[in-house]
T-cell receptor, first 115, second 112 residues
């Protein structure tokens, strides 16, 4: 298996622009997570989906952030409009949630820099 | 106060030494405890996984969970320069079922 795939790996944009991050989870996994990692705040959960349905979006910082999962093999995280404080590494992770056990597998991340 | 506390380090040790890492937590409902390793500019990868209290050993790595003290540990024996990474503890259970609460991560540097 190729693991969790994220694109782009690096993104540099200007303040006010729309940014779309993409994720392909591991085939067969039924849960997908979006995280943001910064030096100041560490690894923060933004939103997670189970069977393509958003379960908990309490970590989404504000209305500028939105996430979708139209099918089991694809998810997007969109920031519109972007701001310099959104600069971070964004990780997507997937897991097979069965019973109470879950092991999350992380993608390589997207490094976002908003100028 | 954060649910999971972890000293960010850095922790510098000579090659061959034992590395000792730990996390404390406040949510007594946590039942699943994990350690992730993250190399620079990479995503975290699962290293060890423990359910409830007790010890688990995997090669040079030992994970311990003390639920009565709300304290978990990771020990790395015979440390190697390739162990230099950031180690994040993570846990779940109770109301956080389905999602993980991560510590801040401890940066470990093993010097040759």
């Amino acid at each position: 298996d190729a693991g969790v795939i994220q694109s782009p790996r690096h993104e540099v944009t200007e303040m006010g622009q729309e940014v779309t991050l993409r994720c392909k989870p591991i085939s067969g996994h039924n849960s997908l997570f979006w995280y943001r990692q910064t030096m100041m705040r560490g690894l923060e959960l933004l939103i997670y989906f189970n069977n393509n349905v958003p379960i908990d979006d309490s970590g989404m910082p504000e209305d500028r952030f939105s996430a979708k999962m139209p099918n089991a093999s694809f998810s997007t995280l969109k920031i519109q409009p972007s701001e310099p404080r959104d600069s971070a590494v964004y990780f997507c992770a997937s897991s097979y949630l069965a019973g109470v056990q879950e092991t999350q597998y992380f993608g390589p991340g997207t490094r976002l820099l908003v100028l | 106060q954060k649910e999971v506390e972890q000293d960010p380090g850095p922790l510098s040790v000579p090659e061959g030494a034992i590395v000792s890492l730990n996390c404390t937590y406040s949510n007594s409902a946590f039942q699943y405890f994990m350690w992730y390793r993250q190399y620079s500019r990479k995503g975290p990868e699962l290293l060890m996984y423990t359910y409830s209290s007790g010890n688990k050993e995997d090669g040079r790595f030992t994970a311990q969970v003390d639920k009565s003290s709300k304290y978990i540990s990771l020990f790395i024996r015979d440390s190697q320069p390739s162990d230099s990474a950031t180690y994040l503890c993570a846990m779940s259970g109770g109301d956080s079922w389905g999602k993980l609460q991560f510590g801040a991560g401890t940066q470990v540097v093993v010097t040759p």
